[in-house]
């Protein structure tokens, strides 16, 4: 109980930044995409191999709201890692599991179906596994990272 009163607490903190985000940058915050419109790329370096991403809007690397949507492929999964900002995560088709600790351990997450939110304060170590192709959507202020537990679970490091 007391994890999700934190989060219910970081997410209305990143809602109220974000709009004050917004305002500032007026111009891109009018953007619309549909479905079709969406432009599925590589997904950002610093997660694993098999993601696919598309920025719906702002930049995850530079300071302000960006939107990042994250498509991943059945057993994909994120080693134990923490951000330097809120995130704030909806699923939006497949299952999103959820596990809270510096040890990955799939019989210890919580599986989040399409329609589910949840937002995490900075610093809150966490993993995740996919049990099925995935879609899910974060909205944050920027930039964005992940600071894995493990360095060498980190894809930028080179063997």
């Known amino acids: 109980m007391k994890l999700m009163s934190s989060l219910l607490v970081a997410g209305g903190i990143v809602i109220a ?5 917004v305002t500032a940058q007026s111009s891109e915050a009018q953007k619309i995409v549909s479905p079709q419109e969406v432009k599925w790329g ?3 370096d610093v997660l694993p191999a098999g993601a696919q991403a598309a920025v719906l809007l702002g930049d995850p690397s530079k300071d302000g709201l960006f939107v990042l949507r994250v498509k991943v492929p059945k057993g ?3 080693p134990p890692h923490s951000h330097s ?3 704030v995560v909806t699923v939006l088709s497949g299952t999103f599991r959820l596990g809270m600790g510096e040890t990955a351990d799939q019989s210890k997450t919580q599986p989040l179906p399409a329609g589910s939110f949840f937002a995490l304060i900075p610093g809150m170590t966490h993993y995740v596994f996919f049990d099925e192709d995935t879609v899910f959507q974060i909205s944050t202020n920027g930039p964005w990272d992940l600071n894995y537990v493990n360095p060498k679970d980190d894809p930028r490091v080179k063997t």
């Open 42 to 44: 590589p997904a950002p």
């Open 17 to 21: 930044g974000a709009t004050s985000t």
């Open 85 to 87: 900002v809120v995130e």
């Open 76 to 78: 994909y999964r994120v």
